[in-house]
């Protein structure tokens, strides 16, 4: 049986009201992921705020779902409450713009992503690539049409994250990836999936952690905490290569009276451990997994249930 089934499941929620389409059940701890200007503190990723539910349902594998993000609800029904009646100049999802411009969430008015314009595609930078960005009240960056400069620094400066196609009802990322979508419907990101084993995240100021059972690239945010047995509120406050688990799981290591400890991935069934009272635990169930998927190598240091 998967170990977070066991723990009290939570996740990450915007404070600008998240959707996101999703199969998978919660994880055990949320992530919090700042940004390093004011126009980037409300939305997606970037919020630290959050909010936390309670799930007992099964385990499944991503398909499309930004796994740091809101309650797990189906993206239509998020915007049968946030995105139905969204004013808007042009479609995020249909990029219906004239020629040589593309449809970009901005600021309109007060803080957060509140709307969407046409604005003239200005650079070639494609996603993954680094970026500049005129502020988010613009909406205007260097990235193509059908991406985004996110997590932008006070200089402008950011890197081309993809947006999501398909449309609300069937949101998809290419090649992988999981849709977020936020900020009531104008942000519409791909965010990259990861190897927490290998730790493959292209970004050197990201880790691959685990949220909502599965991987993907947020930004470390660990400092000088976030070391095997150190005390975590947040799956990124851990060090890379650790994934915040509930005490009781991670074992005699975690101080005693706190809720979660950081504990390292292991490589699935040898990997070592380093507290006497852990075994390399199976992450995946390997019920919900088809034969040799390499998923079924990935661990976490723990105490057997």
């Known amino acids: 049986m998967m170990r977070a089934q066991s723990q009290a499941l939570k996740m990450l929620c915007s404070a600008l009201a998240l959707g996101c389409a999703s199969d998978k059940p919660r994880n055990d701890t949320e992530a919090t992921v700042t940004s390093t200007t004011d126009d980037l503190q409300t939305g997606l990723v970037t919020s630290a705020g959050g909010a936390t539910v309670a799930s007992d349902s099964a385990p499944t594998m991503a398909t ?14 998020a915007c049968n409450s946030l995105c139905q009646d969204m004013p808007a100049e042009c479609d995020v999802w249909e990029q219906d713009c004239p020629e040589g411009q593309k449809c970009a969430a901005y600021v309109a008015s007060g803080s957060g992503w509140n709307a969407a314009r046409c604005v003239e595609v200005t650079g070639m930078d494609k996603p993954g690539d680094p970026c500049s960005s005129e502020g988010a009240e613009t909406g205007i960056d260097s990235c193509i049409k059908g991406a985004m400069c996110w997590r932008v620094s006070q200089d402008g400066a950011g890197i081309c994250v993809a947006l999501c196609t398909g449309g609300i009802e069937a949101p998809v990322c290419e090649p992988s990836g999981d849709c977020a979508i936020a900020a009531d419907g104008y942000l519409i990101l791909c965010i990259t999936d990861c190897d927490p084993l290998l730790q493959d995240c292209p970004n050197p100021a990201e ?8 991987f993907n690239c947020l930004p470390n945010n660990s400092g000088a905490d976030g070391q095997a047995n150190d005390i975590c509120e947040f799956s990124n406050t851990c060090d890379a290569g650790l994934m915040c688990d509930d005490s009781d799981l991670v074992g ?23 507290n006497p009272d852990q075994q390399c635990v199976q992450y995946f169930d390997p019920m919900q997994l088809p034969p040799n998927d390499p998923n079924l190598d990935i661990g976490v240091c723990g105490v057997p249930s």
């Open 64 to 77: 499309a779902l930004l796994t740091a993000l809101d309650t797990e609800i189906s993206t239509s029904e």
């Open 207 to 214: 880790a691959c952690y685990e949220i909502d059972h599965s």
């Open 252 to 274: 005699m290591g975690c101080t005693q009276g706190s809720t979660n400890c950081c504990t390292p991935f292991c490589k699935f069934p040898d990997g070592s451990c380093p």
